[in-house]
C-alpha cells in the first residue's frame, strides 16, 4: 500500500489549496479516509475524515473552510482548503482507516 499526497504549497492567508492523495495497492472505495495535520512542533491531528457510504466529519478549527471527499475512479482522495489562515500551515498526511501506513505528506505553508 502506498498513499502520496500532494498539492501543498506557500499560500497567503485567505487563499485557497486543493490536496491530493492517490492510492495504490489498495482500493480506497470500501474504506474510511482521513486527513491529517502536523502543525511545526506539534502533535498530528485529524482535520477532516470521510466513511466509505460519503459521511463526512470536520475538525472544529475548520468546520466551513475545508471540504473532503473522493474520486473512486481516481482512487483517491482530496481535501480542499479555502479561507485558509497562518495556522492551517503544517503538513499534511492521508490515512487509510485500519492500515497502519502514513504516506510522505505535502507542505502546507500559509503567510499572513
Known amino acids: 500500500v502506498q498513499l502520496q499526497a500532494s498539492g501543498g504549497g506557500l499560500v497567503q492567508a485567505g487563499g485557497s489549496l486543493r490536496l491530493s492523495c492517490a492510492a495504490s495497492?489498495?482500493?480506497?472505495?470500501?474504506?474510511?479516509l482521513a486527513w491529517h495535520r502536523q502543525a511545526p512542533g506539534k502533535q498530528r491531528d485529524i482535520v477532516a475524515h470521510i466513511n466509505s457510504v460519503g459521511s463526512t466529519y470536520y475538525a472544529d478549527p475548520v468546520k466551513g473552510r475545508f471540504t473532503i471527499f473522493r474520486d473512486n475512479a481516481k482512487n483517491t482522495v482530496y481535501l480542499q482548503m479555502n479561507s485558509l489562515r497562518p495556522e492551517d500551515t503544517g503538513v499534511y498526511f492521508c490515512?487509510?482507516?485500519?492500515?497502519?501506513?502514513w504516506g510522505q505528506g505535502t507542505l502546507v505553508t500559509v503567510s499572513s
Open positions: 495497492g489498495i482500493s480506497l472505495r470500501i474504506n474510511d
Open positions: 490515512k487509510v482507516q485500519g492500515v497502519p501506513i
